[in-house]
């Protein structure tokens, strides 16, 4: 019998994302566009597309070994399962997201206090109720089937919502009132199966390369020239992740410098690099950094 690892991957916001960085990773998934079993070049997965929201609890359940979900999620659902490793990504952005509580810009409510015999709507009942118990706040919490941004101030007193930029809840004319927990993507595993050698094996592996793809994400090399009498002065302003690699140019006359760095840093550090002595540089993408 082959050895097999039974995996959630999230459908939704998430899916986008999750999907091009298991690519970089390592990993392709061919899905069909109403597909929820998508295949993967690698035999020793079988994986699944379901809602972030439900991940953990199937993984509890064992239904998955593995599973891409929210921290948020896993605190929603209560779920008992071991978190291998934090991905920090979300739908639009290499950040965490956060869950916050919204109202109209013209309300009365500034803090969690005002919330007293208000009703709240909100996806995460079970998050929001533990935020309102922890401040001694008697509030009805009901639960959203979508388009929660449009119910304050008209249906209900507040929202819990999540944003990553804030944008939309003010394209909407709500202020954000206080937040309530940051959540990131995690990477969990169902507790039987981890203590399996072969799939604990397997599931790090995953989490190590996916980490490292991430990690690549904002990050670009660089390699360069520089004769022999500027190579002191090029080396002193190099912000390498550690020391650079220098190797000696074939015809003596100078090295070869290679780095990796930041990528936003790139557009005004490149003329910097040309001002103590760098020549030939040359930009390339990276698909994984594994610190």
Same mark, same amino acid.
């Given at each position: 019998?082959?050895?097999?690892?039974?995996?959630?991957?999230?459908?939704?916001?998430?899916?986008?994302?999750?999907?091009?960085?298991?690519? +970089?990773?390592?990993?392709? #998934?061919?899905?069909?566009?109403?597909?929820?079993?998508?295949?993967?070049?690698?035999?020793?997965?079988?994986?699944?597309?379901?809602?972030?929201?439900?991940?953990?609890?199937?993984?509890?359940?064992?239904? #998955?070994?593995?599973?891409?979900?929210?921290?948020?999620? =896993?605190?929603?659902?209560?779920?008992?399962?071991?978190?291998?490793?934090?991905?920090?990504?979300? +739908?639009?952005?290499? $950040?965490?997201?956060?869950?916050?509580?919204?109202?109209?810009?013209?309300?009365?409510?500034?803090?969690? +206090?005002?919330?007293?015999?208000?009703?709240?709507?909100?996806?995460?009942?079970?998050?929001?109720?533990?935020?309102?118990?922890?401040?001694?706040?008697?509030?009805?919490?009901? #639960?959203?089937?979508?388009?929660?941004?449009?119910?304050? !101030?008209?249906?209900?007193?507040?929202?819990?919502?999540?944003?990553?930029?804030?944008?939309?809840?003010?394209?909407?004319?709500? $202020?954000?009132?206080?937040?309530?927990?940051?959540?990131?993507?995690?990477?969990?595993?169902? /507790?039987?199966?981890?203590?399996?050698?072969?799939?604990?094996?397997?599931?790090?592996?995953?989490?190590?390369?996916?980490?490292?793809?991430?990690?690549?994400?904002?990050?670009? !090399?660089?390699?360069?020239?520089?004769?022999?009498?500027?190579?002191?002065?090029?080396?002193?302003?190099?912000?390498?992740?550690? /020391?650079?690699? =220098?190797?000696?140019?074939?015809?003596?006359?100078?090295?070869?410098?290679?780095?990796?760095?930041?990528?936003?840093?790139?557009?005004? #550090?490149?003329?910097?690099?040309?001002?103590?002595?760098?020549?030939?540089?040359?930009?390339?993408?990276?698909?994984?950094?594994?610190?």
């Amino acid at each position: 019998m082959k050895n097999n690892l039974k995996v959630g991957l999230p459908k939704g916001s998430l899916q986008e994302t999750t999907l091009k960085l298991l690519k +970089k990773a390592g990993w392709n #998934f061919n899905l069909s566009s109403r597909a929820y079993k998508p295949y993967c070049d690698d035999n020793e997965l079988e994986a699944w597309l379901i809602r972030a929201q439900e991940m953990s609890v199937y993984v509890e359940q064992g239904i #998955f070994d593995m599973g891409i979900t929210g921290k948020d999620w =896993i605190e929603e659902n209560n779920s008992n399962v071991v978190e291998v490793c934090e991905l920090i990504y979300a +739908k639009s952005y290499m $950040r965490p997201v956060r869950w916050v509580l919204a109202v109209p810009n013209n309300s009365n409510i500034q803090s969690v +206090k005002d919330l007293e015999g208000k009703r709240i709507s909100t996806e995460v009942v079970n998050i929001t109720k533990k935020y309102l118990k922890e401040n001694n706040v008697d509030a009805h919490v009901e #639960f959203s089937w979508g388009a929660t941004e449009v119910k304050p !101030g008209i249906l209900v007193d507040a929202i819990v919502e999540v944003t990553e930029t804030g944008s939309s809840l003010k394209a909407n004319n709500l $202020r954000i009132a206080d937040t309530i927990m940051e959540s990131s993507t995690r990477l969990v595993a169902n /507790k039987t199966a981890y203590k399996d050698p072969w799939k604990k094996k397997k599931i790090d592996n995953i989490a190590m390369l996916l980490q490292s793809s991430i990690n690549a994400t904002a990050r670009v !090399g660089l390699k360069m020239n520089v004769s022999t009498d500027q190579l002191e002065s090029l080396v002193s302003v190099l912000p390498a992740m550690k /020391k650079p690699t =220098i190797s000696q140019l074939t015809n003596g006359s100078g090295s070869a410098v290679e780095i990796i760095v930041e990528e936003k840093i790139v557009r005004d #550090f490149i003329p910097l690099l040309i001002e103590n002595g760098a020549t030939d540089i040359i930009e390339y993408p990276l698909n994984k950094v594994i610190i």
